[in-house]
């Protein structure tokens, strides 16, 4: 099969992939050969293809491909997660527009809506993946709602529970109010708003009732003309205001010990308690109490014994027991209210206020504290083994920056509340009694024997008189399985379980890639559940991506407008070069600053590369000679292959520390700098010239290992070069995705020294034949004074081919009147016959000498502390010396060619 003679990688990326896919070669099962697994962080089925999961997927498939290649059974399971919330909102929503309301329906008709949404829509994301190049095994696709891993949740639900880690209470909980439930502290974002500071006056009643309790204005005959001043963001919740705390030292407001105040346009009136825990100098140094609208307030009125009164209902709209403003939405009440008060004299002023506050991750909604029967997960126990993993290092979190952020965490863990009140996910499995006695069992039936083995006052108790709990768990009480359920569901829930084939071959899982802000409540949640059922890690090392932002720092959001679509770039500037725009800005657990010029760079790269390939195919029109190649092609295909391992052995240990971005740009030189604008150079026959037979076949096989090591970054271009025919023919099996990855070979330094040396002296000549304004096609002499052990009349025919030189001596005197530059120590001179500027040498030569003694100014100073001499690593303080003597010497060379230009 031939190329096309221009790089469009449209004609030939969907090709490819499904040539991939129809021949098997992204699928695994268990053999013999080591195994390599990754599990896809499963984006949710709402989801469309963004920038992060760009990156993040590209990396697992660089991953992923390497491995292949390098002989290991390498298994990428991908999948979705049910996203309860944002599902359940996009099926409300569509419902809505249809004329339906999810009250007017019942949870089956509901669920059939969902699944309906979820075929349709669901399997999009992974689709997108398919055009970035994802090789996934995608006979394991699976879903967090399918039966069998559904069955692995309530499973580990009751496993659990009885173990006493799962219970129900009533708890302060986060509360979203758009999305109707209860929401973990890790999906509340945390934002910095502009608010108002409301400042409240409290009119401070004489007397206290007699029995202690609370008492209207028209039962006090003798109110006090003094008002207490409370400052607060959220003048809506005073009507839930239980009480008026005050710091005991405060002297300003000893005189109200033991007294109370009424709330403003209620009159309620609440006690003023006492209580360290207020800030005397935040405000007022008063602080309002609503127990049922904070958690540290509900803290402080437990410890008071306050009373508890809820005003909001689950939408964030005023109850009854508000008593005005019945029915309005909080933040209308709040600038209602705030009116109401003004106009009753109550309202002293208003400040401009920055706070932090709590967002729904899913809905974007204010989150509300509130008080609500949940089922709660105990974390303290699972937390320590999850800790002792990642500080004995059997789990590396790359980079690991994050191991601080990971065992604060783990440290100071709270319950998971794991309910939510929703329908599209795992139905909680426990059963009420209608007298409210509850048990968990995973179904009706096994509930009834377990109300009638507890208690003969069930003996009568049917299956029809048992009530399901309507909550759902948490979606990442389903994903925290992830890595164990996709191989074998039957073991959550099961830990003596000895698990099938799959999970005793694949698990643990090598390498986890996902983002920072989920390591706690996903990263560190699988680790849990790993240890619980599996007595083991749930993957060898985490791999951390940062965050996707704009040129300007911002964060790539539909919102903002600064996202561009994945598939509009591919489109643009096909896969590889999306992919390699990606790789070339992005080191691990830094946010990653994307410009659309990298995507360009990227393409370019491919552009290049195609390119070399066509001229190394067009050296194969003219047929190949047959004779030895000569010296100066033998001496080239010598150093390239040394440059190939030497930069291979770079690759390696780039991939093996996770410096993906790294391992891509050792890649990126090696390929742009040493073989395309050296190596192919050096060896190019003159035009319309035969090339020899030896130099012609080493530069196919080098560029046949380039596509090998390429093809992780750029799999579509690589595969598409690898099939060309001038490699001869390939049969079915014999592609790129599985070929074996080159092992680092023979690095002679010597060679490299010295093809360094000789780029500069190449690099050299043409500065001057620039600076001088002299035609390429007039051939140079060159004259070398050598200071060191290079040979350089052995390298005659490549300076000569790249630089046209006529001539190559040795001297050992300094040249008067000629061009002088150094490589290293080796001091050269290209007499140019009186076209010199002898004053503009002497000034060039002058900068080279100040720059010099400047440099070494600095050396000296670093030699000369003793702190740095006594603490530095002894090879460090060894480079030093290098540096200082290396400088000394160039600096005399160059002083010895001031004095023989005169």
Known sequence: MSTSKTYSPQEFESKWYQYWMENDFFKSVPDEREPYTIVIP???????LHMGHMLNNTIQDVLIRKARMSGKNACWVPGTDHASIATEAKVVAMLKEQGISKKDISRAEFLKHAYEWKDKYGGIILEQLKKLGASCDWDRTAFTMDPAMSEAVIDTFIHLHKKGLIYRGVRMVNWDPKGLTAVSDEEVIRKEVNQKLYYIKYQVASIKSQDGGPQSKSQISNLTSEYLTIATTRPETIMADAAICINPNDERYLHLHGKSVFI??????????????????????????????????????????LEVIDILNDD?????????????????????????LDEAGHLEKVEDYKSQIGFSERTDAAIEPKLSMQWFCKMEEMAGPALDY???????????????????????????CISRQLWWGQQIPAWYAPNGAVVV??????ALAEFKAQNSKFEDLSVSDLRQDEDVVDTWFSSWLWPISVFDPTVCGNPEAKGNADINYYYPTNDLVTAPEILFFWVARMIMAGHEFRNDVPFKNVYLTGIVRDKLGRKMSKSLGNSPDPLDLIAKYGADGVRVGMLLCSPAGNDIMFDETSCEQGRNFGNKIWNAFKLIKGWGDLTPTISEENNTNAVAIAWFESRFNEALAEIEANFNSYRLSEALMATYKLVWDDFCAWYLEMVKPAYQSPIDKKTYEASLGFFQNILKILHPFMPFLTEELWHDEVFGHRNTKDCCIVAQRPQVGNIDQKILKEIDAVKQVVSELRNIRNSKQISPKEALSLSVKSNSDIDYLAFKGIIAKLANINELSKTEEKLSGAASFMAGRDEFFVPLEGSIDLEAE???????????EGFLKSVNAKLSNEKFVQNAKPEVVANEQNKKADAEAKIKILQASLVALG
């Open 42 to 48: 499963p984006p949710n089925v709402t989801g469309v």
């Open 264 to 305: 403003p346009l209620i009159n309620r009136e609440i006690p003023v308690i006492l209580d360290e825990y207020v800030t005397m100098d935040f405000g007022t140094g008063c602080l309002k109490v609503t127990p049922a609208h904070d958690l540290n307030d509900y803290e402080l009125g437990q410890k008071h014994q």
């Open 316 to 340: 964030g709209t005023l109850n009854e027991k508000a008593q005005i403003l019945v029915g309005e939405e909080r933040f209308v009440a709040r600038k209602k209210i705030a009116k109401l």
């Open 390 to 416: 990642v500080n004995n290092g059997d789990i590396k979190l790359i980079p690991d920056k994050f191991i601080n952020t990971y065992r604060h965490w783990m440290e100071n863990v709270k319950d998971w």
């Open 441 to 446: 069992a995973k179904t009706a039936e096994e």
């Open 842 to 852: 002497k000034e060039s030569i002058q900068k080279d000498i100040q720059y010099l």
